[in-house]
């Protein structure tokens, strides 16, 4: 009945100015008609936008829902990879990506047995936090046995140190989304050395002018682990000299290694705490060659260091406790509370949420039909925090930032 009334309004007020007559009719007939024509096209166009959300939305479903994803963790126990799996996990999830996780147990013999395994169940994409950091021969067994099927590598390095691109350059169809190795142990070093010219006398607890310290490094072929472990103590000593102050001294003279390694590679609390309790037994402020620095390749040897120090007394977090600055990397949700409760000095953020984010829409991606270099381009250019490594289009870096 409206439309009706309103299609007679608008025929009769037609006729009204026709009936006046003169040109100012002509135009304001064709002013309405014009406006009746915009209007129709604004809405053709707003119907196909529509249209083509649609379309989006549905094909970023089926991508999604043609993926099968297994990921592969070196180990289910570490601090890090646990908060890499949480955001993975959330990540795959929201994607609609069908996943499952396999836990191997810190031993590639296992998590060769697991790839395996997936492939014959039918997961057409592989993600795989590699045991044998550094293994060519581990890396390419996996690749191998996934016969074809894509494979992202994260975390741990495929490669020898010197040797990049040897695996990756030599396959299509597999990616690395890592860190630049180098990059957490020269964040380390400059954020203690810059921490010792600002604290040097606290810190310089038997007043020689020297300043003793330990290490302790997660595994002793990992790549991670020799750069953060050289360039921890070496740039701290490189801001320490420039200005005119001795460099760091190893508090055990005898060991000619200047650190102490987890035997186990697990990079763990346990044996960091071993570690300390031993050193501290002999190492004192009662005997006047107290430890007054610990350097630890991440945090869970870092909690562990403050567990020893704590039982001794230090880093209990009291107002008037003496502090051993302590510093650790990876910034996990363990390590910034022991910050905040000024038992820990300072970590190196490794941005777990932003690597499982690369992960994610790498696999989305290649689900989608791109190559996977064109993958890691998309999400390279996604964001700040991811960058090309180098000339390797296959190969993703995520960027570590200090916290302290």
């Not at 100012?24 to 096209?41: K, N, Q, R």
């Not at 993958?375 to 925090?385: E, F, L």
Request: charged share 20%; net charge negative.
């Amino acid at each position: 009945m409206r439309k009706v009334f309103a299609t007679i309004l608008a025929a009769t007020m037609a006729f009204s100015l026709m009936a006046c007559g003169g040109s100012s009719s002509g135009g304001a007939s064709s002013a309405a008609a014009e406006a009746t024509t915009a209007a129709a096209e604004a809405s053709t166009a707003a119907a196909e936008a529509s249209t083509a959300a649609a379309e989006a939305s549905t094909a970023a479903a089926e991508t999604s829902g043609d993926l099968k994803v297994a990921v592969f963790y070196y180990s289910f126990t570490d601090t890090y990879i646990s908060s890499v799996r949480a955001a993975l996990d959330a990540e795959l999830t929201a994607a609609g990506v069908e996943f499952t996780n396999f836990d191997s147990n810190n031993d590639q013999a296992t998590q060769n047995d697991l790839v395996n395994t997936a492939i014959n169940d039918g997961y057409n994409l592989l993600v795989v936090n590699l045991v044998t950091s550094g293994s060519e021969d581990s890396a390419n067994e996996i690749i191998a046995a996934a016969n074809g099927v894509p494979v992202i590598f994260f975390n741990r390095a495929i490669e020898a140190d010197g040797n990049e691109g040897a695996v990756l350059n030599a396959h299509d169809d597999i990616a690395f989304i890592g860190t630049d190795a180098p990059e957490a142990g020269h964040l380390q070093g400059k954020m203690i050395g810059d921490y010792l010219l600002e604290n040097y006398d606290e810190v310089d607890l038997n007043g020689d002018g020297t300043i003793s310290y330990a290490m302790m490094k997660g595994d002793e072929a990992n790549v991670e682990a020799i750069y953060r472990t050289q360039y921890g103590q070496e740039d701290a000593d490189a801001v320490l000299t420039a200005a005119g102050k001795p460099a760091l001294e190893y508090f055990d003279a005898s060991n000619a290694s200047k650190y102490q390694v987890d035997a186990n590679g697990q990079w763990s609390a346990a044996a960091a705490k071993e570690f300390m309790d031993t050193n501290l037994a002999q190492y004192n402020e009662a005997n006047g060659n107290m430890i007054e620095l610990i350097i630890c390749n991440n945090d869970n040897m870092a909690e562990g260091s403050i567990s020893s120090l704590e039982e001794a007394g230090y880093n209990t977090g009291a107002a008037d406790a003496t502090v051993i600055p302590v510093f650790g990397v990876d910034a996990t949700e363990a390590a910034q509370a022991l910050i905040s409760a000024g038992k820990m000095t300072g970590t190196v953020k490794q941005d777990a949420e932003g690597m499982a984010k690369a992960i994610c829409d790498t696999a989305v991606a290649i689900g989608g039909g791109a190559s996977v270099a064109d993958a890691i381009s998309q999400v390279a250019g996604s964001a700040d925090m991811y960058s090309i490594a180098g000339d390797i289009a296959n190969k993703l870096f995520v960027a570590y930032a200090p916290f302290m």
